[in-house]
């Protein structure tokens, strides 16, 4: 009989024994029932065989449902009770759960009244012991019903099973939008009984980070000390109401707790991780060696971002450092433990708050190293509030918040340890040196003996500045290149202060080219290096696509005679306008449509460049790319579609992707709007396609010189047109940068351009070298010739004006086919003398 098993079954030896007795005696006819609906539920019961059992089966089953519904509704308070607590103890005996009598429960609660104490108790023990996850949630959600209608002294009967309840919540792998609001509703229940109890669960147990709190709590248990806790635990995003701020500073004063909390956050920053395989949900389950390290487990996120939160608004700058470290720890590229994007976004958005000017230099450190979308997105509203609160744009607090490290004027920094001066310089836009200088004015490249052994703490923080200052130079590199589609002007004084003379920034800004207006109105381009004439007003930075063609073909022979490296192609940048085809076309251009790349390095470097894009795959959302940019300041977005080359591609990844459309996006307020390519600002369109034209010049297969030897596959046809096609204008810049070279190089006779090749002559034959994907032909049969490259970077012999790879592995080969006579690989011998 299920009467007797569920009698039976529910002893616990415990106090509540009776009650659940009781419930079962008082509700015996539900029992019954719910015994028939179990045996109508076997297939293999007799009156269910033959012709027409299902049927039958089916109307028996309603039946049975429909007398239980109606006996229910019939129910007065004390059987409604009854019928809750007979469900509950029902619902594990056959495996099926509580989630088969949610409906029925949830009515009986809402209608029943007069719970006691006893009750309430068997309800909360038993949710508790149905731990799987969503369903345990669920379930306590019941019960959590009539334990808030419970009055003082209800509540403090019922305390203990309160606060198991609480420790399992935090304990079992719980949704966290279903584990927040249920922490909260038993916390305030909780607190309603004894103001100064901290529940367990609430501060993990486990967790370094979070073992100032547990020891404070152990030592100094207070009414104020609890109700900071709860309220830290309280905050489920990552930007707190106004409300929530000013709660928590009341309360963390009345706590005395500003220093507990700076001190939680600096060992979130750089404590020690968390392991899987020791702690956190997974714990157990996951076989092997497999394991991850993490910060905060899921449970204790909403406590972690309190903490972060309560020192930035409680320790102010001593807080910058530490919230700067945790944003990049938990969002950024590199990191020892998963990312949190929750914690990081935390962190981020707890920096905006703090009114100090590390804090704004911390913020410009992020928006150069985190890369997550979702976390650019915070940083961008970071700033917008930083930049609010000052009366300034975001542009103009980034440009101010970029930091100098202590460097001089010039971007140096000295210091003497022990006779020997050790110097930290920007040597140009890429390169920053830790040099040493002896008492006898003798240079050393490494630290001398006496530096390592007599000064080894003051030489760690100094190639820790080095390293810093590297880090500064390549986000300010790439933020300043940016704004070559911004069209941004400067009154000059703040241009001055902010761009060349600052010791960073100087050292690039002094590199490039640069208008400035006079009272006049008209703009006056000024060289590298030089001052403008007179007292500009305003300031900005040149660009080809406002200049004629004779000034831009004058800057660029100055840069090659001067032999000027800029720290970005400007002088020798591309120039994309919209074509008649992209005008007819209207919304979207095919301009660089219908490529075969390789797709993970396209998916590299989009990444490399600022370009956010889902990863193509065999998932949900994998068979679509679209990749995405901001240019103008952000005013505009450019979205470059592409899809996997094939079908069938076995891995988790196609190894190819086929190019597609690129469109424009305008930011209207929080949205974007699609608009036709002649509203997009010409600098903007020509910034955005000459990205494109990168990536796909880049890992298209046309450039890919062992392609050839795959025989007839699916892409030859298509690897032959493109490998040996018309230039792009990537290409073409670098052609009028080989008309500049050439004649300054000791192979200069023996070297020709003819159209979009470089034809040079050696002493066995002479090859055509394409300028666009570095492939070569061999005259006079147009055989083509495979050299595979092993360095494609340029050794610093041959001056180029700007950093290009191919252009660079453009002149290797010359140099290499101009004295075919000397080459010795047979591989490449081999194939010059086939046709010779």
């Not at 207070?222 to 489920?236: C, D, I, K, Q, Y």
């Not at 940083?379 to 000052?390: G, V």
């Not at 002896?438 to 490494?446: N, S």
């Not at 892409?715 to 009028?736: H, I, K, S």
Request: proline content about 5%; overall charge negative.
């Amino acid at each position: 009989m299920l009467y007797d098993t569920l009698v039976a079954e529910s002893r616990r030896n415990d106090s509540l024994d009776d009650v659940r007795s009781a419930a079962l005696g008082r509700v015996r006819w539900l029992v019954d029932l719910l015994e028939r609906q179990r045996a109508e539920s076997r297939w293999d019961a007799v009156p269910w065989a033959g012709e027409g059992g299902y049927e039958r089966l089916r109307a028996a089953r309603a039946a049975t449902r429909a007398e239980i519904d109606a006996r229910l509704a019939a129910c007065g308070d004390e059987e409604c009770r009854a019928a809750v607590l007979c469900f509950l103890l029902a619902g594990r005996f056959d495996g099926g759960g509580f989630s088969q009598f949610d409906t029925q429960i949830g009515t009986l609660i809402s209608r029943g009244s007069g719970w006691t104490p006893d009750e309430v108790a068997v309800m909360l023990l038993r949710t508790t012991e149905y731990d799987r996850g969503y369903w345990f949630a669920e379930s306590l959600e019941m019960a959590l019903n009539p334990a808030e209608r419970l009055d003082a002294d209800g509540r403090r009967a019922v305390a203990p099973w309160l606060r198991h309840a609480h420790a399992e919540l935090m304990n079992t792998d719980v949704p966290a939008r279903l584990r927040g609001p249920l922490a909260q509703r038993l916390r305030t229940l909780l607190e309603s009984v004894d103001e100064a109890h901290i529940p367990e669960g609430l501060i993990p147990s486990f967790a370094p980070w979070a073992a100032p709190l547990r020891d404070r709590a152990d030592t100094s248990p207070t009414p104020e000390l609890a109700g900071f806790v709860r309220h830290l635990a309280s905050l489920s995003g990552p930007r707190p109401a106004q409300r929530w701020r000013r709660t928590c500073r009341a309360l963390a004063d009345a706590a005395a707790v500003g220093d507990l909390a700076v001190e939680i956050l600096r060992r979130l920053a750089d404590g020690d991780a968390l392991c899987s395989s020791g702690q956190g949900p997974h714990t157990g389950w996951i076989t092997g060696d497999f394991h991850y390290h993490y910060i905060v487990q899921q449970s204790d996120g909403d406590l972690a971002r309190g903490v972060v939160w309560a020192a930035a608004l409680t320790g102010g700058p001593a807080a910058v450092p530490y919230l700067c470290t945790l944003a990049l720890r938990a969002g950024g590229p590199v990191s020892d433990v998963i990312e949190d994007l929750k914690l990081a976004g935390a962190a981020i958005n707890a920096l905006a708050e703090i009114d100090d000017p590390a804090a704004l230099e911390s913020l410009w450190r992020l928006q150069s190293r985190i890369k997550h979308r979702a976390l650019r997105k915070q940083l961008d509203t970071a700033l917008l509030t930083a930049a609010d609160r000052q009366g300034i744009t975001a542009g103009q607090l980034v440009e101010r918040s970029v930091p100098d490290h202590g460097l001089a004027p010039d971007g140096s920094l000295e210091h003497d340890l022990g006779g020997y001066r050790v110097r930290v310089a920007i040597e140009d836009a890429v390169t920053v040196r830790l040099t040493f200088a002896g008492p006898d004015g003798r240079l050393f490249r490494t630290a001398p003996a006496a530096v390592k052994d007599g000064f080894p703490d003051e030489l760690k923080q100094l190639k820790a500045l080095a390293k810093e200052v590297r880090g500064t130079l390549s986000g300010e590199r790439a933020r300043v290149e940016a704004l070559m589609s911004a069209g941004r002007e400067w009154p000059y004084d703040e241009w001055c202060r902010y761009y060349r003379d600052h010791p960073v920034t100087g050292v690039l800004v002094r590199g490039l080219i640069w208008e400035f207006q006079h009272s006049d109105g008209v703009w006056h381009a000024a060289a590298p290096m030089t001052e403008p004439p007179g007292e500009p007003a305003r300031a900005r930075l040149w660009h080809p696509i406002r200049a004629s063609t004779d000034e831009i073909r004058a800057w660029r022979e100055r840069i090659v005679d001067q032999r000027l490296r800029q720290p970005f192609k400007q002088a020798f940048r591309e120039i994309y306008l919209l074509t008649p085809a992209e005008e007819e076309t209207g919304v979207y251009s095919n301009r660089f449509a219908a490529h075969i790349v390789h797709y993970r390095r396209l998916y590299a470097l989009f990444k490399e460049r600022g370009w956010q894009a889902n990863f193509l795959g065999r998932y949900d959302g994998g068979y679509e790319g679209k990749a995405r940019a901001e240019f103008g300041d952000g005013e505009w977005r450019a979205c470059f579609f592409h899809e996997p080359a094939a079908e069938d591609y076995g891995d988790y990844a196609p190894d190819h992707a086929a190019t597609d459309q690129v469109r424009f996006e305008r930011r209207e307020g929080r949205r974007r709007r699609e608009v036709p390519l002649a509203e997009v600002p010409p600098l903007v369109f020509s910034e955005a396609m000459r990205d494109v034209d990168l990536f796909v010049g880049v890992t298209s297969i046309a450039a890919d010189p062992e392609w050839a030897d795959r025989g007839e596959d699916r892409y030859a046809a298509y690897w032959r047109t493109a490998t040996f096609g018309e230039l792009t204008a990537n290409a073409e810049v670098r052609r009028e940068a080989l008309e500049r070279i050439l004649p300054r190089l000791k192979i200069a006779d023996r070297c020709a351009l003819d159209g979009r090749f470089l034809v040079v002559r050696g002493g066995l034959r002479t090859y055509r070298i394409h300028l666009g994907s570095a492939n070569i032909l061999m005259e006079p049969d147009d055989s083509y010739l495979c050299i595979v490259p092993s360095r494609p970077k340029s050794d610093g012999k041959v001056f180029l004006p700007f950093e290009d790879d191919r252009l660079s592995l453009i002149l290797s080969k010359a140099f290499l086919l101009a004295a075919d006579t000397k080459i010795t690989d047979e591989t490449i011998l081999t194939q010059i003398r086939r046709g010779g």
